[in-house]
């Protein structure tokens, strides 16, 4: 028995509207915004209608004499009159089509239609008692009904109906099932859907089920519409199973110069103004930058100079910004007019003369490449704009387009939509209107589906050859005058997440508003883009331009997939900074552990950061004393990357936006904390070929005295050929002691297996006498006896914070150095080679450096003075063992 969906006569008199469920996104926008609703709980109530109407559907088949059945109880009770007179009041009040058109009256439609008719008044009955659908009750309002035997029918309606078994599963009844979504999930009507779908999904067959999972995504973009998104909550755990996509083992191999790179990031603009207000004249092109600058960053250790900010950017950009409250702003530096060397900076002379000049140093430059947009008025949005995602109409009824021309093209006009001025939106396109032809396009803005589109950009559209193409000969361009390319935001430009974004598959979308009613399926998308654009990138770069380090910012738990398998050279590892910023200890070592079981190659491709452009100050986030030294020490010591933030060795603490031309806050050098980057982190910059590789990286577990691993202690070996360097952190506002001898689980790639190795075999330490090394963080040496090391391991005590990186390794043997390790038992002295000499000289020189201050020295444990806190100064020999 068929049914036809009523609604109330008033929404079809002032809207239009026939059904509740609208098929076209575009009409339930519009619809929705007549009657000041969500477009998502419109077209979510409207699926909801059409599953319960299908499930009747199905137990109408199975018991197709049931509502007949139930018409004749209700004529019992509450009276065949009633019902006839509440059927004929709901049939005026929810007209059906034919009788809304005049076609028929409406006593005689429900004389003739008694059961689908008692149906539809079950529906609207539903919708009514549903808590979700209150803002939508306008519809379905059932009050007309009230002064009738409504309520009475229904009770009578609803009673029949419980006892009448349900569908082939589950043993609930009819009423029950009916009734479910909204008990289950009484607040959301998306959460209903999503109930529906899962409980029923494979009766209501494959076609049913597509067109629900792309309403689902319909409903999640239009929820996300105006909402901040981001990157929030905890850092993930860098994983790697479970990958959807296919993963294979295909590395990029480094130059020489790759391992040992150390990378300091420079907005430009803003940087310029610090140096002229260093120097005390003006910088104001890169050609201008003093020799001295440059002098000090090779003396420092940086071998690598990115330059953020260096291309023409877009003037649209500057406008909007200006616009917006900031008359100093200059464009966004990933918002691009072409990628020309900007004239305010010099141009292309410019950039040649500092390419010399910092090459002579030794210091590479590095370039931003941002390969998934352009500026809103770029060069390719007024020449090619098919090369775009974009649409015809506007994706939003309320979207208007009357503000003012951002281009300065006269061929082509530029349109931001009105709301984003006032704040009260955040469109996802922007108006390109042709003088010439007339034709507009609605173009979408580039985004990653976290945040905000980026308003001053314009979304390539990756479908197309051409495209991918085009953003791959820039790509060359921009590595034949860089050795360095950063990639941003590179992993929205994996194949998954291109479809996720802009062309989802039914159940995957809502992560950009609009997009998922232009979704493809997975055979369409893998026609279009039968190749990893970032594999493909890497293979033409290595062909032809070679000795380029390419470096890609993702995220979204791809950074193993970026290096393994897309050949990145080196991906950013977010986790780092927040994690190890948040003490969230036990889940970066288990980072760590992932990295190294899975395939410790990909641990050197990880760029290590305390800050980047987009996060606050590293001196904001770790201070600037024991915990930023110790972390800063973890940087620059692990395997990878390490990338120094703009403004960090200075302290500074302000963020720089991507659209100043110079800096807010007037701020001085932290002096202090330069000196403790020259005494304690630069000398570690100058070794990174000691920590650079993995072949010979070891991570530690930290055994306390009851035998427990204290996850908040970093520790961890590295070797170049016969430097040896260990490296141990206690990243924690608390006191330990406890015993590193043997090494997390690692991957061996020869045997294909997991393997261990203790402390001395991964420092490759003699089977007997001594071996002495040199704490960099303190200055002082140490001696302890290779037996110990091999049997035991190294007994530390750790304060606050505390730090030691241990280089300088020698073996010795003799007697004269056992009584030396008797006599310093444990203590550290400025040079043991000193201590040696003079005690055992022809004059026995009394060892002033080594006399402990007070009586009590000789033991094992000296205080020190740290920058915030007193704590100890280790390693200390075994307490157990422990001589004199």
């Not at 009788?99 to 609207?124: H, I, M, S, W």
């Not at 006009?413 to 984003?420: A, R, S, V």
């Not at 490759?764 to 963080?777: E, K, Q, S, T």
Request: proline share 5%.
């Amino acid at each position: 028995m068929a049914s036809e969906n009523h609604l109330s006569r008033l929404v079809r008199d002032r809207y239009g509207l026939q059904r509740l469920a609208i098929p076209d996104l575009g009409q339930a926008r519009a619809i929705a915004a007549e009657l000041n609703v969500s477009a998502a709980d419109l077209h979510a109530l409207g699926l909801i209608d059409e599953v319960l109407r299908e499930l009747l559907k199905r137990h109408t088949r199975q018991r197709p004499a049931l509502l007949r059945q139930v018409s004749t109880i209700l004529d019992n009770d509450p009276g065949e009159e009633p019902v006839n007179e509440t059927g004929l009041k709901f049939t005026q009040e929810f007209p059906p089509q034919s009788v809304y058109g005049g076609k028929t009256d409406a006593g005689k439609y429900f004389g003739q239609n008694r059961p689908a008719a008692l149906q539809e008044l079950l529906l609207v009955h539903l919708h009514n008692i549903n808590p979700a659908a209150v803002p939508l009750e306008a519809l379905f309002d059932d009050l007309p009904l009230a002064a009738t035997a409504y309520p009475a029918l229904i009770r009578q309606l609803k009673a029949c109906l419980d006892e009448q078994p349900g569908l082939e599963r589950g043993g609930e009844s009819l009423l029950a099932i009916l009734t479910a979504p909204a008990r289950v999930s009484p607040t959301s009507l998306a959460g209903q859907l999503e109930f529906l779908i899962n409980r029923w999904g494979d009766l209501l067959g494959e076609s049913f089920i597509q067109r629900l999972l792309r309403g689902l995504d319909f409903i999640r973009e239009e929820i996300r519409r105006g909402g901040t998104g981001g990157f929030g909550g905890e850092a993930p755990v860098m994983a790697f199973s479970g990958s959807d996509y296919a993963e294979y083992e295909r590395f990029s191999p480094d130059r020489d110069w790759m391992p040992r790179l150390v990378l300091l990031a420079k907005n430009s603009y803003v940087w310029l103004e610090q140096l002229s207000r260093k120097y005390g004249y003006w910088v104001r092109t890169l050609d201008q930058i003093p020799d001295n600058e440059l002098d000090l960053l090779r003396q420092r250790g940086v071998t690598g100079l990115w330059l953020i900010g260096l291309w023409e950017r877009s003037h649209a950009s500057q406008r909007i910004k200006q616009r917006m409250g900031d008359p100093e702003a200059v464009a966004s530096a990933y918002s691009l007019a072409s990628y020309d060397i900007a004239y305010d900076l010099g141009g292309w002379p410019a950039l040649d003369n500092l390419r010399q000049r910092a090459w002579q140093r030794g210091i590479r430059l590095s370039a931003d490449m941002v390969p998934n947009h352009m500026g809103i008025d770029s060069n390719w949005v007024i020449e090619h704009p098919d090369w775009f995602l974009s649409l015809s109409q506007p994706p939003y009824p309320s979207y208007t387009f009357s503000s003012e021309d951002l281009s300065d093209d006269g061929r082509v006009g530029i349109q931001l939509e009105d709301h984003y001025y006032n704040r009260s939106d955040a469109a996802v396109v922007f108006k390109r209107f042709d003088h010439a032809s007339g034709e507009a396009r609605y173009i979408y803005h580039g985004n990653d589906g976290t945040s905000m589109p980026w308003n001053d950009t314009a979304q390539l559209d990756y479908s197309r050859a051409d495209v991918r193409e085009a953003v791959i000969q820039t790509i060359l361009h921009v590595a034949r005058n860089f050795p360095i390319i950063r990639f941003d935001a590179a992993m929205t430009l994996a194949k998954k997440h291109i479809q996720r974004l802009w062309f989802p598959e039914p159940g995957a979308g809502g992560a950009i508003p609009s997009r998922s009613e232009h979704g493809q399926t997975r055979a369409w998308f893998e026609a279009a883009i039968p190749q990893e654009f970032w594999r493909e990138v890497v293979d033409r770069v290595a062909l032809e331009a070679p000795d380029t380090l390419l470096l890609a910012e993702a995220f979204w738990l791809m950074e193993g997939y970026f290096v393994r398998t897309l050949g990145m050279h080196r991906v950013y590892n977010s986790a780092f900074m927040h994690m190890l910023r948040d003490e969230d200890n036990a889940k970066y070592r288990t980072v760590m552990k992932n990295v190294l079981e899975f395939d410790p190659q990909v641990l050197k491709r990880l760029v290590n950061f305390m800050n980047n452009p987009d996060e606050k100050s590293a001196s904001e986030q770790f201070g600037t004393t024991d915990k930023y030294f110790g972390v800063c020490t973890l940087m620059v010591t692990l395997p990878g990357l390490p990338m120094i933030g703009h403004g960090q060795v200075e302290g500074y603490r302000e963020k720089y936006g991507m659209e100043f031309r110079k800096p807010k806050m007037d701020e001085s050098v932290d002096e202090g904390l330069v000196r403790g980057h020259e005494f304690r982190i630069f000398p570690l910059l100058h070794r990174r070929r000691v920590f650079a590789d993995v072949e010979d990286f070891l991570l530690y577990d930290f055994f306390t005295d009851n035998g427990a691993v204290n996850e908040d202690v970093f520790a961890f070996s590295n070797r170049s050929g016969e430097e040896r360097g260990l490296v141990i952190y206690h990243n924690r506002y608390a006191e330990t002691r406890g015993w590193i001898r043997v090494s997390s689980a690692y991957m061996d790639k020869p045997r294909g297996a997991l393997a261990q190795r203790s402390l001395a075999e991964g420092l490759h330490l003699p089977a007997g006498g001594f071996v002495i090394f040199r704490d960099y963080v303190t200055g002082l040496e140490y001696i302890r006896e290779c037996v110990e090391l091999h049997e035991k391991g190294l007994f530390v005590e750790l304060g606050n914070y505390q730090c030691h990186a241990f280089l300088d390794w020698r073996s010795v043997t003799g007697e004269e150095w056992a009584k030396i390790h008797q006599n310093l038992a444990g203590r550290g002295a400025p040079s043991i080679q000193v201590l040696f000499d003079t005690t055992f000289s022809p004059r026995k020189q009394e060892y002033i450096q080594g006399q402990p201050r007070k009586p009590d020295a000789g033991k094992t444990r000296v205080k020190k003075k740290s920058r915030n806190t007193r704590k100890k100064t280790t390693p200390d020999a075994d307490p157990n063992s422990r001589e004199g």
